[in-house]
């Protein structure tokens, strides 16, 4: 990556790494809700996003590397994208199949749609990195800023999920 986005990711890897430990409140605010009911809806929603955070986190630290040549970071933005499609897919499946019942409409779209297009953006722009094109350095940043917001939606979906869904 060029020395031009140093700053930017440093904000956006700062802004993931903080919202991590934000989410560790969250899951505190979990301990009250009934554990079959919080078991079964983790993987769906609390797992996908906290890993959205860390991907954000993870291409961020990569983009700041210095002198990182663009096939190792094309290979350190494809990798942990491809594992997030696999867990937005998955969330989507369990939603789908009925496996977990969604609250809310929203949700297909939130936890499973969107998250996999963001993705999906971001695997097309690791291997646009990798080969080093110049739309790339641009495009992995609008994929990321997306991540990082669609996690503080979601994040915030499940804080005032719980808070209003604690036994007693």
Known sequence: MSEAWETYYLMVGSSAAALIGLL??????????????????????????VFHFVIVFAIS????????APPLMGAATVVPAAIGLFFSV??????????????????????????????????????GIAFDMAWADGSIAIGVLALLLLGIRDAWDLATW???????
């Open 24 to 49: 560790f409140v969250v899951i505190t605010l979990s301990g009250e809700i009934e554990p079959a009911r919080a078991e079964g809806a983790q993987a769906t929603f609390m797992t996908p996003t």
């Open 61 to 68: 630290a990569a983009a700041v590397a210095p002198e990182l």
């Open 90 to 127: 998955g969330a989507l499946a369990r939603l789908s199949t009925g496996r977990i019942a969604a609250p809310h409409w929203t949700d297909y779209l939130f936890y499973g749609a969107l998250p996999a297009g963001c993705y999906f953006w971001i695997l097309g722009s690791g291997i």
């Open 162 to 168: 719980l808070t209003y869904h604690k036994n007693g």
